[in-house]
């Protein structure tokens, strides 16, 4: 099985993509991904994101062992591991391996995930994948698939772990786009449609099934692809505007935003930023259903 150390801060040398988080940011408001995508600012990572990034790697060491050896225990056990990594690779995550109120926190999760999945049952082909395409060459997506399984018959599943609760019918839309994009990144880089897609809600033990078709994917490639026309349109002009919203309660760049009486960074010549802010890692990006 192929797996990966907690993700670094964003590499600024690789070629702009769209992921599913940058492809939300668009929809939410075109500000904000400029903020992210070509200003490449980040903010300090709350406590939940924290706990979930640390979550998200227990889970990866838990794959890592033999399927009868994943039980419950040994989840508890790799979690205090799983912590020292990832203060290793972020030093600024706002907690420290004595901090036992954030492992009690985070422990919890892990005991919902085996309420949800028994993984001494799983076949999984890799853990934190960097999956990567480009459409007909020239839409390039880029994405992290937690975990992709594959079953007895060769079908192909993927799996996405959510440390939050689950969304409200509202929100559940935007967790369907995020598999979706999944779904057709795997499609296009293997030529297999995904047999399914979960996403596993820890925080309340939920589980949110999807099975695409090609024809959807088909329909759903056309949207991405329109998207990434507009991106390239407005990373040419710099007119990235301003979409407020209930979601602008949640936004890092809230004091830089025009909506909101700030100004913000001077654009880029040529549209990127020469390097990021110091940050966080990918997994700790956003928070999870800020509805």
Same mark, same amino acid.
């Given at each position: 099985?192929?797996?990966?150390?907690?993700?670094?801060?964003? !590499?600024?040398?690789?070629?702009?993509?769209? =992921?599913?988080?940058?492809?939300?940011?668009?929809?939410?408001?075109?500000?904000?991904?400029?903020?992210?995508?070509? +200003?490449?600012?980040?903010?300090?990572?709350?406590?939940?994101?924290?706990?979930?990034?640390?979550?998200?790697?227990? &889970?990866?060491?838990?794959?890592?062992?033999?399927? @009868?050896?994943?039980?419950?225990?040994?989840?508890?056990?790799?979690?205090?591991?799983? &912590?020292?990594?990832?203060?290793?690779?972020?030093?600024?995550?706002?907690?420290?391996? !004595?901090?036992?109120?954030?492992?009690?926190? /985070?422990?919890?999760?892990?005991?919902?995930?085996?309420?949800?999945?028994?993984?001494? /049952?799983?076949?999984?082909?890799?853990?934190?994948?960097?999956?990567?395409?480009?459409?007909?060459?020239?839409?390039?997506?880029?994405?992290?698939?937690?975990?992709?399984?594959? +079953?007895?018959?060769?079908?192909?599943?993927?799996?996405?772990?959510?440390? *939050?609760?689950?969304?409200?019918?509202?929100?559940?839309?935007?967790?369907?786009?995020?598999?979706?994009?999944?779904?057709?990144?795997?499609?296009?880089?293997?030529?297999?449609?995904?047999? =399914? &897609?979960?996403?596993?809600?820890? *925080? +309340?033990?939920?589980?949110?099934?999807?099975?695409?078709? @090609?024809?959807?994917?088909?329909?759903?490639?056309?949207?991405?692809?329109?998207?990434?026309?507009?991106?390239?349109?407005?990373?040419?002009? *710099?007119?990235?505007?301003?979409?407020?919203?209930?979601?602008?309660?949640?936004?890092?760049?809230?004091?830089?935003?025009?909506?909101?009486?700030?100004?913000?960074?001077?654009?880029?010549?040529?549209?990127?930023?020469?390097? =990021?802010?110091?940050?966080?890692?990918?997994?700790?990006?956003?928070?999870?259903?800020?509805?």
């Amino acid at each position: 099985m192929t797996t990966a150390a907690p993700t670094p801060p964003t !590499d600024t040398t690789r070629p702009v993509a769209l =992921s599913p988080s940058r492809a939300a940011d668009f929809t939410r408001c075109p500000l904000l991904y400029r903020f992210k995508a070509v +200003d490449r600012l980040t903010a300090p990572p709350t406590r939940a994101q924290a706990r979930g990034t640390v979550v998200h790697a227990a &889970l990866e060491a838990l794959f890592g062992l033999d399927g @009868p050896a994943r039980t419950a225990t040994s989840a508890q056990t790799l979690l205090p591991e799983a &912590l020292a990594r990832v203060l290793a690779a972020t030093p600024d995550l706002g907690v420290d391996t !004595d901090d036992a109120g954030f492992l009690a926190e /985070a422990a919890a999760l892990l005991d919902t995930y085996f309420t949800v999945e028994d993984p001494t /049952a799983v076949t999984a082909d890799g853990c934190e994948l960097r999956v990567e395409t480009t459409l007909d060459g020239d839409v390039p997506l880029r994405g992290i698939i937690d975990r992709l399984d594959v +079953d007895a018959t060769g079908a192909v599943h993927v799996v996405d772990y959510k440390t *939050g609760r689950a969304p409200s019918p509202r929100g559940e839309r935007a967790a369907l786009f995020q598999l979706k994009f999944y779904a057709l990144i795997v499609w296009r880089q293997r030529g297999i449609v995904p047999a =399914s &897609l979960r996403l596993l809600y820890l *925080g +309340d033990g939920q589980v949110l099934h999807y099975r695409p078709d @090609p024809e959807e994917l088909r329909r759903f490639e056309r949207i991405v692809r329109a998207m990434w026309a507009t991106i390239r349109q407005l990373r040419a002009s *710099g007119d990235f505007r301003p979409n407020p919203g209930p979601g602008c309660r949640w936004c890092d760049h809230r004091a830089l935003c025009p909506a909101f009486g700030g100004t913000p960074p001077p654009y880029p010549a040529d549209g990127v930023a020469t390097q =990021s802010t110091p940050g966080a890692p990918h997994r700790i990006e956003q928070q999870e259903n800020p509805e």
